[in-house]
């Protein structure tokens, strides 16, 4: 996994999970092995002590079948993680 750390934000990202190797003309999505295992290593990675205040970024690269299958990993680690605590706005008083 690449990481990149540019003031208050972490950027990371990981080929591995977003690469699909097609059946025949489909891209995606990935399968329920590869998706188990980009939610263990998100959550891992939301819960490194080294993260501390930052903001971690998830990124990926231009191609829009790439971008599709990390949208849906990203999406379904939203739905399956355990809740995160709810910081207070700091713009509301």
């Known amino acids: 996994m690449a990481v990149c750390v540019v003031g208050n934000l972490v950027g990371s990202r990981s080929d591995l999970q977003e ?3 097609p059946y025949c003309a489909d891209f995606g ?16 990675r939301i819960q490194d002590p080294r993260l501390g205040s930052r903001h971690l970024v998830y990124y990926t690269d231009e191609n829009p079948l790439v971008r599709s299958n ?4 990203l999406s379904t680690y939203m739905v399956t993680a355990p809740p995160l605590p709810i910081l207070p706005d700091p713009t509301v008083p």
């Open 19 to 21: 690469r699909y190797e």
């Open 70 to 73: 990390t949208a849906f990993l």
């Open 29 to 44: 999505p990935v399968n329920l092995g590869v998706v188990h295992r980009f939610c263990e290593m998100l959550h891992e």
